[in-house]
């Protein structure tokens, strides 16, 4: 499968003319990461929320959605997580892009200006068109939901 390159402008905000712009880090990556615009550094402590500034405005271009989520190392080694993963920005936001970190390990986490801290992948969006009905088609599964099938 050949994939098209989609254009997506960025825009630094005035305080992260130091920090990299996201970028695919190898060949095969869905997202491209994001790095933190803080002043200095933030401290979150267990069980704590912070939101993290990129310095990063974005145009998305209509029918595609910017998605943030998390990184697998930060979860995984220190317990760091995106409340509203994936976050979502929409093609109309202009604002600056910044993450919804919480502290779910047992250690205090910090955040230094230019940390990798989420990363953003570029997806395309559907519009629905809503239809109500009075009765929805039947299915194997039916109303079945968590843990119906044993796991």
Not at 19 to 45: C, F, K, N, W
Not at 50 to 68: D, K, R, S
Not at 145 to 151: A, D, E, L, Q, V
Request: proline letters at 9%.
């Amino acid at each position: 499968m050949v994939w098209e390159p989609v254009t997506l402008p960025l825009k630094r905000a005035g305080h992260a003319g130091d920090i990299p712009l996201p970028r695919y880090m190898t060949e095969g990556a869905s997202g491209m990461d994001l790095h933190a615009a803080v002043e200095g550094q933030i401290t979150i402590d267990p069980g704590e929320i912070a939101m993290i500034p990129t310095g990063l405005l974005a145009a998305v271009p209509p029918g595609y959605e910017l998605q943030i989520r998390p990184r697998s190392g930060l979860a995984a080694k220190k317990g760091i997580g995106i409340l509203n993963s994936p976050g979502t920005i929409d093609s109309d936001y202009r604002g600056e892009i910044k993450v919804i970190m919480i502290n779910l390990g047992p250690e205090i986490f910090v955040v230094i200006r230019g940390d990798r801290i989420a990363q953003m992948v570029l997806c395309p969006v559907s519009k629905a068109i809503i239809t109500e009905v009075s009765e929805l088609p039947a299915s194997r599964r039916s109303d079945g939901g968590f843990g119906h099938t044993g796991n």
